[in-house]
């Protein structure tokens, strides 16, 4: 347990700030308008489209009344200890903020992401047995585009005003931002990026014998040129068994890979202007991503055997993965293979970036958003939102979850020290050396996501499955060669070839531009 939920309690004060800053002229001029084009700048991004409309009014006054209060329900995907730590905040909302304001939240969880979403297009499509549609949920972009598109969702820029919206990262509201006329859907409430762990216990000895540097680890091509230089010093540890060495690398969420490298190569393979889409494969950009991910693969220096990467290091099949924020807790504290069991330390570090490449990281992790109904329903959801990403409140959840906070002023160590002294939370030091990683890091890298578009859950299965697909059947060849008395070369080179690539390049196009022209 991680949080000391009664000193918590016992400790926390609810504060209601009313911000009254004045709107910065200078930033309007900036882009060479006047207030009285508004309506033309309002086209220039889904993100200044929402700052514009709200610089004309604000926040509706309140529709509650504390002597009749209004239900909401949640549906949300967390578990263990994220779902304990999102409840307990619920709880005190409840009975501080909740209560004052005329506002009761039960909160539901639906298992996984995909059940989650599973039971939302059943509530939708009226599927017989399937449950009302919740007040609020958990959503991913493309499944919230979805949603929207069905015109289901409130639009939450009714309930913002600039300060409010200043409050938070900009990129975090820029992506909840999906409806055709620009205005806000998502309500960004706890998001991540990718980090690396790595098993340090088993890096050290591996580093002194061959000179492998972390510094190295920094582009994914040193870190395939660690990975082979892992696999070969680990098959001479057993001269007498050849091409047995073992996998360095792996990683989580493939589709962050095709998403990312791409970006980091200045190319959006989403790319959405005007509601309309551009599939974007350029074949040199995408050879170097095939040249740094399924070519490491098909020769074994890079792993994936179970169903995520922290369970490869776990089973020692792999000593380092790139993979989310929130799955830090999840990196194991020991090795557990056949033969041994031993404990071991680790090391978070940057994700690898494309070597020449734009520090682009990839953003990611489900905002919430509030189904359309009634004004006061509509409101006492917000007013919930709002309370929940406040800095205090949104960085103990992140301090369980792993889950970046959503306002600028949070994303900071000592914000977080702050909040972790103040109300006595015990904090796993995964996540604490997750957290801090990142928020060091902010100033250095932009996050990335691309726009929301029809079929956009469709193609990025196609990412994230289309070459793991191909790599599980070419592996399983090069293994059976292998075991035939071929060498590793000799058992790779037919699936190497310019052939080879040329095959698969096609067949990815063909498969991307079919799931987005259904």
Request: aromatic share 12%.
């Amino acid at each position: 347990m991680y949080i000391n939920y009664t000193n918590l309690i016992k400790s926390k004060k609810i504060q209601i700030n009313v911000i009254t800053n004045k709107i910065d002229q200078s930033e309007i001029r900036k882009e060479g308008k006047s207030m009285k084009n508004r309506k033309k700048w309002v086209k220039v991004t889904a993100f200044t489209a929402v700052s514009v409309l709200w610089l004309s009014g604000c926040a509706p006054k309140s529709p509650l009344d504390a002597k009749n209060p209004v239900s909401l329900t949640i549906w949300h995907y967390y578990n263990g200890s994220q779902q304990a730590a999102f409840d307990m905040l619920v709880e005190e909302f409840n009975n501080t903020v909740g209560r004052e304001k005329g506002i009761f939240v039960e909160s539901y969880s639906q298992g996984s992401v995909s059940d989650l979403e599973t039971a939302i297009r059943d509530s939708i499509n009226g599927k017989v047995g399937a449950e009302a549609m919740p007040d609020i949920f958990s959503s991913y972009a493309d499944t919230a585009y979805e949603v929207e598109q069905a015109g289901a969702l409130a639009n939450l820029s009714e309930y913002l005003d600039k300060e409010e919206l200043g409050k938070y990262v900009d990129s975090y509201m820029k992506e909840g931002c999906i409806a055709t006329d620009g205005t806000l859907r998502i309500f960004p409430t706890a998001k991540s990026t990718e980090i690396m762990m790595l098993n340090k216990t088993d890096w050290e000895p591996f580093a002194a014998e061959t000179g492998a540097s972390l510094d190295h680890l920094r582009t994914m091509e040193g870190v395939t040129a660690t990975a082979q230089a892992y696999y070969e010093w680990t098959d001479s540890q057993t001269p007498d068994v050849p091409g047995d060495g073992k996998a360095f690398y792996g990683r989580d969420a493939l589709a962050n890979y095709f998403i990312i490298g791409m970006r980091q190569m200045g190319v959006e393979i989403f790319q959405v202007e005007n509601g309309e889409l551009t599939i974007n494969t350029p074949k040199d950009e995408l050879r170097c991503l095939w040249e740094n991910y399924y070519v490491p693969m098909i020769k074994g220096y890079f792993g994936a055997y179970g169903s995520f990467r922290s369970d490869d290091v776990k089973t020692g099949d792999l000593l380092a993965y790139t993979g989310s924020t929130s799955s830090a807790m999840y990196f194991p504290n020991q090795v557990e293979s056949d033969t041994s069991s031993y404990p071991i330390d680790y090391l978070v570090l940057q994700a690898p970036v494309l070597e020449g490449g734009e520090r682009f990281a990839v953003q990611q992790g489900a905002g919430m958003v509030v189904s359309k109904s009634d004004e006061k329903h509509e409101y006492a959801a917000v007013e919930f939102l709002k309370w929940f990403t406040e800095a205090d409140n949104n960085l103990q959840f992140g301090c369980v979850s792993g889950y970046l906070p959503v306002l600028k002023e949070a994303n900071n160590v000592e914000k977080l020290d702050q909040v972790i002294e103040g109300h006595q939370l015990e904090v796993a030091p995964k996540t604490y050396d997750c957290l801090t990683t990142i928020f060091k890091e902010m100033d250095s890298m932009t996050l990335y996501t691309n726009k929301s578009f029809s079929n956009g859950s469709a193609a990025r299965k196609v990412l994230e499955y289309h070459l793991a697909d191909q790599i599980t059947g070419d592996r399983a060849e090069v293994v059976s060669a292998m075991e035939q008395g071929k060498s590793l070369e000799e058992a790779c080179a037919p699936y190497l070839t310019e052939e080879a690539f040329e095959e698969w390049y096609h067949s990815f196009c063909d498969a991307l531009n079919h799931v987005v022209n259904k």
